[in-house]
């Protein structure tokens, strides 16, 4: 992991998928970017095996494009990835790493993903402030703020030939993304990848994706990787992992052996143990 420049809020890195820029107060991508040239690499090892070449793909909540870099790379110029950002100036940052990376078959969206499609008034967020950029919701933004950020049913917003993969990290959000793509879900059938980080949401969630005839196992890696790109032997991540659902449509037969099933509606990492 190389640093190839500072700006006011900034680094410049040379990373283990490409060039970023990543900010080191973003406590988690970004730090982590910076001390270890990547993010939750265990988790992208587990994503680039459910894309090919010229598979499409979806990204909802994209962030600075830790995942949207490599993703674009492994599909190719025959594949395409949407990725949705509703930020601003995660955005720009975004936008910025995809031109880094020479990446053209990219379409980045400067809008969140829900049921229904709404201009909503969000608050600015100053990136000289120390926090965990992507640990924000959409709800958590909202204010009466002159700035507005569009959200996007993707049913209304995209018109695609094939659909390989839906990725979404929306802090709580995901039903409603999932409500908002269920035509693009029952014609192209994608495999999904969403983040579970809350036992909030998870029984309707259950209901929606197994009346879909959907399987779905739990996928939880740890945030810090012993083999990161830079060689850095600390773990500044503790035990922390990430809480993620992989739902494979059943048609596919996939065999999944190293992963637990989702048992039921009441189901999530955060109350096993528990009685």
């Not at 962030?63 to 930020?87: D, S």
């Not at 999932?178 to 014609?187: D, E, P, T």
């Not at 029984?203 to 879909?212: F, N």
């Not at 037969?253 to 048992?263: E, H, L, P």
Request: hydrophobic share 40%; aromatic share 8%; net charge negative.
């Amino acid at each position: 992991m190389t640093e190839l420049l500072r700006t006011e809020f900034y680094h410049l890195i040379e990373a283990r998928h490409g060039h970023f820029l990543a900010n080191p107060k973003d406590n988690y991508l970004g730090g982590s970017m910076i001390r270890y040239g990547e993010f939750s690499e265990i988790e992208w090892m587990l994503l680039e095996q459910l894309i090919h070449p010229g598979n499409v793909v979806v990204e909802a909540g994209a962030n600075m494009g830790v995942f949207t870099v490599p993703l674009a790379k492994k599909v190719g110029r025959r594949g395409m990835v949407y990725a949705f950002e509703p930020q601003m100036t995660i955005f720009q940052q975004l936008c910025a790493n995809l031109a880094l990376n020479d990446l053209v078959n990219v379409q980045a969206f400067n809008a969140g993903c829900g049921d229904e499609s709404a201009w909503l008034p969000i608050r600015r967020v100053d990136p000289a402030r120390s926090t965990n950029f992507g640990g924000l919701s959409l709800k958590m933004l909202e204010s009466q703020s002159p700035v507005r950020v569009r959200v996007e049913r993707l049913d209304d917003v995209l018109d695609v030939s094939r659909l390989n993969l839906i990725k979404a990290d929306v802090e709580g959000m995901e039903l409603q993304v999932l409500r908002g793509a269920s035509g693009l879900i029952k014609q192209h059938r994608p495999r999904l990848y969403l983040e579970a980080n809350e036992p909030e949401g998870s029984a309707e969630l259950y209901d929606l994706l197994t009346g879909w005839d959907y399987r779905l196992f739990w996928h939880l890696p740890p945030m810090y990787n012993p083999e990161n790109h830079a060689g850095d032997g600390e773990n500044i991540f503790g035990r922390t992992i990430s809480m993620n659902i992989l739902c494979l449509p059943a048609e596919q037969g996939a065999r999944i052996k190293r992963f637990r099933a989702v048992s039921g509606r009441g189901d999530h990492p955060k109350l096993w143990g528990k009685a």
